[in-house]
């Protein structure tokens, strides 16, 4: 086997609503780079659609969605990738739990992972009992398994723990051609690691020179060996109030699956199989302390984008990969990112450049590249980013429009967003929200 991950960001250049960085990781036969997922979908995939094309549109979300067209085009494809790999959803808390990775393991991964280590650990280590993502099933012969549960905390594959997030409750649909009832969907922490100390933290004025100018501090490195299962520090992030709302029953404006199956049957012809789709949504407090602990827009985004990747793969575990992701910020370097990532893994520099900076790390790949998005794993991730990301707007601007009727919503990009900040200040005022909770500093 081998895993072919995709990752990509929607929401990186607004000042209201959240970033959003989202990977879908699909199981590959035989060499990762031999898998052309174009050819093996084109039944069920096009990334340019004729008007009367039945196939799913798969592509960059900027493509896919816009406005005036509404949310239909990106939510069939987000919803039949959602289905393929098992994920149930009724409302969108639902979806939030599965899609942050709260309700289990990355079942498959760990279960393959382990296979692969289980001839080199030695006679009295185990390993993980066979799961499908995101099934109601899988979870109960996980709890059930009391041998692997028990050593959890302390075994290799407790690396591949997921996001956790706080979801209210779900149930009004509403019309997405107008600002409605919309779902809460706000993310805890970018993964089980939490973020590094301000510099001004007392606690931190021992740490050498090198470890403060690390993009994860120490504390981070060795909660990513113990395989936490939860944020450090739970209370660090406080709750948008504009997630108190009513949220929604879904899908909300596509509820086509006709292509779900046709798609399972092209994967088992090919060999392939959508293992996880995972996805952090950081709201503009988070996204503000984690830009002034780095001083630095780019290391920040770095810092959300590698806290997911390492909850979905790790280098340890011996299992050939791709990674492909867009370029973060138009950094060209990763080098030092991906070793502090991975736990002072050996990083191989094979090019770096503008147009592709590709690493060897193990028995993986990772590129980073503009226009990622020709990489259909990637063009599924930058359209469940962007999917997650219009939801949120939703809630937000039905938060605003509740307190000041008929005032016109926002996407939150730079002008648009300063208009918007204007005609909500005096009730910002009363009603006593923060700007750092409300608008992203860079």
Not at 12 to 22: D, E, H, K, S
Not at 54 to 64: E, F, N, Y
Not at 361 to 389: C, D, I
Request: aromatic share 8%.
């Amino acid at each position: 086997m081998a895993l072919l991950i995709g990752m990509d960001e929607a929401g990186l250049g607004p000042n209201l609503g959240p970033f959003v960085v989202a990977a879908t990781v699909w199981d590959v036969p035989s060499q990762v780079s031999g898998f052309d997922f174009w050819a093996a979908f084109k039944t069920i995939l096009t990334r340019s659609p004729s008007s009367c094309d039945p196939r799913l549109h798969v592509a960059d979300s900027k493509q896919v969605f816009q406005p005036g067209r509404g949310i239909g085009a990106l939510e069939r494809g987000v919803w039949s990738a959602l289905r393929l790999c098992d994920m149930q959803a009724v409302t969108f808390r639902d979806l939030c739990a599965a899609i942050s990775g709260s309700a289990a393991l990355s079942g498959p991964l760990a279960t393959r992972l382990e296979g692969e280590k289980a001839g080199v650990r030695g006679a009295d280590e185990r390993t993980a009992p066979a799961l499908d993502v995101g099934s109601e099933g899988s979870l109960n012969r996980l709890s059930q398994d009391a041998s692997w549960r028990d050593e959890s905390t302390s075994h290799p594959s407790s690396l591949l723990k997921n996001t956790w997030s706080t979801i209210s409750s779900c149930s009004n649909p509403v019309d997405f051609g107008h600002v409605g009832n919309v779902p809460h969907v706000f993310q805890r922490a970018a993964s089980p690691l939490p973020a590094k100390p301000g510099r001004g933290d007392k606690a931190e004025t021992s740490r050498s020179a090198r470890v403060e100018r690390s993009l994860f501090d120490a504390e981070e490195l060795v909660a990513a060996r113990a395989g936490l299962s939860e944020p450090l520090h739970r209370d660090a992030v406080d709750e948008p109030p504009w997630y108190n709302a009513n949220s929604l029953a879904l899908p909300v404006a596509s509820s086509d699956e006709s292509l779900v199956e046709p798609w399972r049957l092209a994967c088992e012809r090919v060999g392939a199989r959508l293992i996880a789709i995972r996805a952090d949504v950081v709201e503009p407090n988070r996204f503000n302390r984690l830009v002034r602990q780095y001083d630095n827009k780019a290391a920040a985004t770095s810092h959300i984008a590698m806290n997911l990747l390492r909850g979905i793969w790790h280098p340890d575990g011996g299992v050939e990969a791709l990674v492909v992701a867009d370029k973060h910020g138009g950094r060209n370097r990763y080098k030092p990112l991906l070793s502090e990532a991975f736990d002072g893994a050996n990083v191989i520099t094979v090019e770096e450049g503008a147009e592709r900076s590709t690493y060897r790390v193990g028995k993986g790949e990772l590129r980073f590249q503009p226009r990622a998005e020709e990489h259909g794993p990637v063009a599924l991730a930058s359209m469940t980013a962007k999917y997650l990301r219009e939801l949120a707007m939703h809630q937000f601007n039905a938060y605003w429009r509740e307190h000041i009727p008929g005032i016109k919503p926002t996407q939150g990009y730079p002008l648009d967003a300063k208009r918007f900040r204007a005609e909500i200040a005096e009730i910002q005022r009363q009603l006593e929200i923060t700007d750092d909770v409300l608008w992203r500093e860079r």
